[in-house]
């Protein structure tokens, strides 16, 4: 049963767009409904990682918004950094699961039992995806990855009527 998510941004949780403000602010855009399968994830026991190779305000703030408090910023080697913290917190290989998008994800994604990517992903990493998320990333792709982690566990209802008071 998984009972960590990892998530990639740049990609994943966003567009992959990098958008600046006229005071050189960077900007991104996060999806409602990728926000909406976290908090379902949360509900059914799962702790929420963000790990970044980039670092940005706007990432804290939205991290903050989901009350995620494992967030990660500026790791420029993933695996090196979950190898450990994986070690640090018992977790074993079949208990992971991690979301991601690009090259610079591959070798965190072979650390985890099970991985899942946006539509939008590098073809290397829809190759060694188990799951391909019908969304693209930035638009739903993290909530597709969370319900159908959910369901293939059998606590996708429960976590549905816990989360949002309805039964589905």
């Not at 999806?31 to 026991?45: E, P, S, Y």
């Not at 090196?80 to 994604?109: H, P, T, V, W």
Request: aromatic share 8%.
């Amino acid at each position: 049963m998984i009972r960590l998510l990892v998530l990639d941004v740049d990609g994943t949780l966003t567009d992959g767009g990098i958008y600046y403000d006229s005071t050189g602010n960077e900007l991104k855009k996060f999806g409602v409904k990728d926000g909406a399968g976290l908090v379902l994830a949360r509900t059914a026991g799962i702790r929420v990682m963000i790990c970044t190779g980039r670092e940005c305000e706007a990432v804290r703030c939205r991290a903050a918004d989901l009350k995620i408090t494992d967030i990660y910023q500026n790791v420029p080697h993933k695996a090196d950094f979950l190898q450990k913290f994986f070690a640090e917190n018992s977790y074993a290989r079949e208990e992971i699961a991690y979301c991601g998008d690009d090259l610079n994800d591959l070798a965190a994604m072979a650390l985890c039992g099970f991985v899942a990517c946006p539509a939008d992903a590098a073809p290397e990493v829809k190759a060694r995806a188990d799951y391909q998320c019908p969304q693209r990333g930035g638009e739903g792709a993290v909530r597709g990855a969370v319900e159908h982690i959910l369901r293939t566990d059998g606590r996708w209802h429960e976590a549905v009527k816990t989360a949002f008071h309805v039964d589905v």
